[in-house]
């Protein structure tokens, strides 16, 4: 079955860095390529960064510069390092085992003006 569990959210002031991680079980995560989404409140959920098996790595627009997906398979991990967060930035970050409907439950992220 699968699994995957984020941490890492939390308050942090504008400006400021987040690391979030996702620990993927239940599948063979070397040869997965993974997500993730963030919805913001009122909003709809959004993509914001993808890494594929041989981690290659795509970005939003709007994270482009700022963030960075990385994966250690041999942790079955994946992260998302944040930087220069804003307040636009809040919002519930959920990563997704790529083209399918397995997601986290997702984390908290609350950036402060």
């Known amino acids: 079955q699968v699994h995957l569990v984020e941490s890492g959210g939390g308050l942090v002031q504008a400006g400021g860095s987040l690391r979030l991680s996702c620990a993927a079980s239940?599948?063979?995560?070397?040869?997965?390529?993974m997500g993730w989404y963030r919805q913001g409140p009122g909003k709809q959920r959004e993509w914001v960064a993808t890494?594929?098996?041989?981690?290659?790595?795509s970005y939003a627009e709007s994270v482009t510069g700022r963030f960075t997906i990385s994966r250690d398979n041999a942790k079955n991990t994946v992260y998302l390092q944040m930087n220069s967060l804003k307040p636009e930035d809040t919002a519930i970050y959920y990563c997704?085992?790529?083209?399918?409907?397995?997601w986290g439950q997702g984390t908290q992220v609350t950036v402060s003006s």
């Open positions: 997704r085992l790529w083209s399918t409907e397995y």
């Open positions: 239940g599948i063979t995560f070397s040869i997965q390529d």
């Open positions: 890494i594929t098996r041989y981690s290659v790595r």
